[in-house]
């Protein structure tokens, strides 16, 4: 077809479309075509069809109408990529200043970023799922305070705004030492928001960031104090779902630790989760139930308070993976690493103490967080009077050895077990070897067993899934309908809502599309 | 009533295997700007459109076990697509019961209009290709020298003149030729990578 001197083959024209850029072949073909109009032509061509061309410009293009729709996907502050290992500081990015602007009044005073209600906004201070939290300052009382408030994208719910004034007035009724005290909640305010005791200082996590393992006084202390706010939240009946080293607040010059955002995981999760399919936060402090969507009750927080612990311990959470789903596989399945491996320094008392509220049962655990706070008392002040204060008796249950001593015991009997085993035939290995296997939870005392040791050691996480077993469940061969039905019912209360929201047309009309 | 973080945990602790997972999170970010947009345009205010989106996910999500409990349950990713289709599906085609309120969307309108399920399977299947061409787009732009995308989009998407294309970029004609058919190739590949893992 070509009339040119060089060749215009197809098959040099394909290499400009997949060739490396710098290859000989490419830079030839490429000084060909910047010559010969025929090849140009054919080149779109063999890239695309006129068919395809148009598709990829229509498809690409958003018309105006679709502008501002275009705009609120990219506001979303949890669009999260195929990555869930997410930092909080990702989402925080996406509270820009704009949206920070959105949400105040304009300040009254200059070196303010603006108002909310009767507060100064002084700062932001940090920024999470469900919204954002400033430093703020109370005219009428004259203090600083943190408020948090409800992102804009959330405001607009009404199952969100709910939620946010139900589990805050849940957590306000707890008035704790250690607990961040919730000064006020107005949850009829556009946004809604809730104003807390300010506290001075840094969190449990960016004290372990920075300095790794933490002295066994201040673990003790520092857990203790934890303890004792989650029994003050249980005796409300609050669960918190959440403990964990980011929500653990210490405080400056005073030796004082301070639990919150109780309950407000939930409100937020609630918003941002089951939008983007990834978990908002860290899954690294959940415990085995929570992890497998079961009711949860005060030991759940335990399990949590367990982690806290091992985390000031070792200068890093227990169940480590490198997805989501290795971490939460490790929670249900495995033991975590002896902690004496990992700083030596780690008294054997304190690793049973931890090693109890790790149990994969609730019911192996302490069986309240007085009880916890209680122990870690006596702890205390065992670590500080040896001379006058015993440490208490449940710590000492299995004598004193060192779990290296037992490790050695274990790995010797073990190999005394399995010479014989093999003596007596592999019937016998068949017979014994899946029940040794599916004990684990008989060994809680016992240290680490060797099944766990493996796959702790393994450095394949995401990949080790086990086929758990096919429930009973009757196999239903109208699952898509039922599904759809379920779904069905779900877009009734939607379309519900969506009548009701447009009742009050006059307030929610500044949410609708402007042309 | 467990939160929804404690939710996906369990999700993900019930899928067989790590490919699931993965698709889990492909299915819902495709999904749901997909779903998102298809609500917004039919009227939905901002916040009730994410309810929505939300809402499907987490009813998705638990009936898992039903497509767990059957023997012959084929690919997870198949099973996700076809019942967020049929869902879309019957969204665009259930009359909406309230008409659309002063100021409301002029997008909206064009499908209030739909109702007959043959249209809506076409909507939904032209906003999936849309969500795939602009997801692959995406992937391109970062993959590439910041003036080829520009090539692509100004002298194809944007519909500018070659020449004038070149011009503005300072490029020369011919590299803009090379650019953006270089660029429209691997759209596409990717494009196809995508339907041939959903399909």
Redesign the interface.
Known sequence: MSHQLEPCEDRRLRL???AAEDSTEYKTA??H???CLNC?TR??A???DVQ??S???E???TNG??LQ?EQ??RD?PR????D?RTSDDDRSAAFNSAVVRQLLSPPSHPEMLGRLGRYEIERLIGAGGMGVVFKGFDTELNRPVAIKALAP????????RQRFAREARAAAAIVHEHVVAIHDVESEQDPPFLVMQYVAGHSLQARIDRDGPLSICEILRIARQTASALAAAHEQGLVH??VKPANILLEHQVDRALLTDFGL??AS???S?????????T?HY?SPE???????DPRSDLFSLGSVLYAMCAGRPPFRAE???GV??RI?DSEPRPLREINPQVPTWLCRLVEKLHAKHPGDRFQSASQVAELLQCCLAHVQHPESHALPESLLESGDRDHAAKARTRVTSFAVIASTLVLTGLGALAVFLPRWHSSPADDHNAGPSPRTVQSESSTSG??V?E??A??A????TQ??D???A???R??E???Q???E??QL?DV??R????? | M?????????????L???AD??A??????LY??LM??LA??RG?????A??????????????V???????DRGRFRAWLF??AR??AI??LT?PK??PQ?A??????NQLAAVVSPDVAADVFDMEY??EL??RA?EQVRRSVADNTWRAFWLS??E?LG?AETAKRLGM????V??A???T??R??AIVREFEERQS
């Open positions: 400009l479309l997949t490429a000084t075509v910047e010559s140009q080149l779109g063999l890239a695309a395809e061309w598709e990829a410009r498809l690409l293009t109408d679709d729709i609120e996907l979303r669009r999260l990529s195929e869930d994208h959330l405001a607009g719910s009404g199952a969100a779902r959440d995981a939930r999760d609630d918003a989760l089951t939008r983007s399919g990834h978990l908002p936060g899954p959940m929570q992890a497998r969507g079961e009711a949860v997805s989501s789903l939460l596989r249900t995401a990949s899934v086929t758990p096919p429930p469940a009757d196999v239903s699952w898509d039922e599904v759809d379920a779904l069905d779900v877009e209360s939607i379309q809502l969506d009548g929201s447009r047309f929610s009309s949410n609708s599309i402007e042309p | 467990p939160s929804d973080l404690e939710t996906r945990a369990s999700l993900i602790l019930r067989p295997d790590a997972v993965e889990w999170n492909e299915f819902t970010s749901g700007p998102y947009r917004r345009r939905l205010q901002a916040a009730d994410e309810d929505l989106v939300q809402e499907v996910f987490t009813a998705v999500s638990r009936s076990e039903r497509w767990l409990a059957r023997k076809r019942i049929n869902r019957n969204f259930r019961h309230r309120a100021g409301g969307a002029d997008a909206a290709r849309r061409f602009r787009a194809s998407v519909a070659v020369s004609v011919g590299s030729y090379i953006r058919s270089r429209m190739a759209l596409r």
